[in-house]
């Protein structure tokens, strides 16, 4: 089982720029990630877009969406600002992609911060990909939620069923 | 859906004595990984042991599997030194508990390292362990493996089936 | 000797709040900093303020200058924001503290981020504070400079000889 | 003023081997902290032996005392294990190398696993290094010793007064 990683950005992937002592993108953590991880999977990551959540807009859920549905791979694994990911999880069931498991997942704490919870989610994510059932899913906080019944709690930050 | 998590030791949870330069046990970091990953799950964690890999014998193996078959929980992880962690998969197995998945993890780098593979492979474990049907499992290298089919290759460090 | 470090925040003290996405201030990590480095000088800390280096004023450099003056301690170590650092040196040095060895130093990436700097350059300033002659002094990138030669380059976000 | 780094080893440069599960050497770790401290000073660094305190000798001793008395840099840090750092700085006094100040550190926890004092006593060294007069002293815990006037606490693991 080959399995697809889509990379769209999120905290997951910012980086302190030390000069503006602002955050931004530059190339994914994900690869790093995977290897920390030790992780055997085979795994084909293609980095779709570098954005934060609230960037996400219609036109990117849309590229997400036909990113999704047009790889060979039957498991799907996107990493996602968490602020959006829901919204963006609607999309993809919307688009009912048959025989696909879809599995988002992001963090709240930069991987390159050192006291990040990615390396946790992505170890999760992946796990949950290779034998949920086709479908969309969030994988956060070591939990799976369908699309339709998860929400993300603004006070704790946590996902919650809806 | 409660999980138990049984604590058995391994590279897992080595530390550092700086006075003697050498490896050690002290507390477990499990509760430490749970948190960083943000886990909402209902965990109920039990340090059995504090032993490395080596020392497993078998009236160690037979305390484990008492603990695993006699504790209410369906969905039981356990963090297990990687030399030995098919052996007392198989233990499991032998001991032919019903109904319930079992799930062994563990790390190749000590989680107080900073570099461990131990965040991701306790997200894996963890997710693996709620979505598999009732049997022994091996979850490293961001995969599962059936206790009767897997093997540690030592060459490279890694978990393959067998 | 004792040394007196007077904490005003900038870079080295800030961390990232994983609700907002965004970099604040808490308590500052000069005690976690001195423990790591197994420090065993007599060092007596105060948090002064706790803000960004662009937001430091003349009203609250006089009252680093009045806290660096008035303390019993010869030695004084300040944190401060490296953009305003040179600025608040030239303050102290012209409130002509007789017989003080004062050094500022700071950071370019948070010390809770992992890979700062602010480790280095906390041992860096205690060291030059003990051995220096009375003076005002910035201590970055290993280096010291005199409070009246000094800039930071904004390109390289290192400190030169002005 | 250019500094010469010798590197010998110890705590500060040792590896978790993640196959045997042993601690060893390969590169040292001395130009990531450096880079990792912003610094700028012109360092010119040689790995002189990668070693065990416990296994330095005589004859090791004397190569390192040949290294830095030919070197041309009148400020030399060593890096050396804690356990008989001591002993290397009688021998490099005994050499009565004239006109250089040389300064031994370590570190109590290697620098590859994350908590270590070995950034914050290389910011130390290099800074001592610059403005103690001739001589041979020991760097570490954020103070500085001469040569004659140092020993090793075994029970605390920290650098006093003798």
Chains 1, 2, 3, 4 share one sequence.
């Not at 969406?65 to 999309?91: K, L, N, Y």
């Not at 006070?155 to 809806?162: D, P, R, V």
């Amino acid at each position: 089982m080959r399995i697809r990683i889509l990379v769209t950005g999120g905290t997951f992937d910012k980086e302190y720029d030390e000069l503006s002592g602002t955050l931004f993108f530059r190339d994914t953590h994900v690869p790093e990630v995977l290897s920390r991880g030790r992780c055997m999977l085979d795994v084909q990551m293609d980095t779709v877009m570098m954005i934060d959540s609230l960037e996400m807009d219609d036109e990117r859920r849309a590229t997400i969406v036909a990113r999704a549905r047009d790889c060979e791979e039957r498991a799907v694994v996107i990493t996602h600002g968490t602020d959006t990911m829901v919204h963006t999880a609607h999309a993809l069931a919307d688009a009912r992609i048959a025989g696909k498991t879809i599995v988002l997942t992001g963090a709240m704490v930069p991987y390159a911060f050192g006291s990040s919870d990615g390396l946790f989610n992505l170890g999760s994510a992946v796990s949950f990909v290779q034998v949920l059932p086709p479908g969309v899913y969030v994988a956060m906080n070591g939990q799976h939620f369908t699309w339709d019944a998860v929400r993300k709690n603004r006070e704790s930050g946590c996902f919650e069923t809806a």
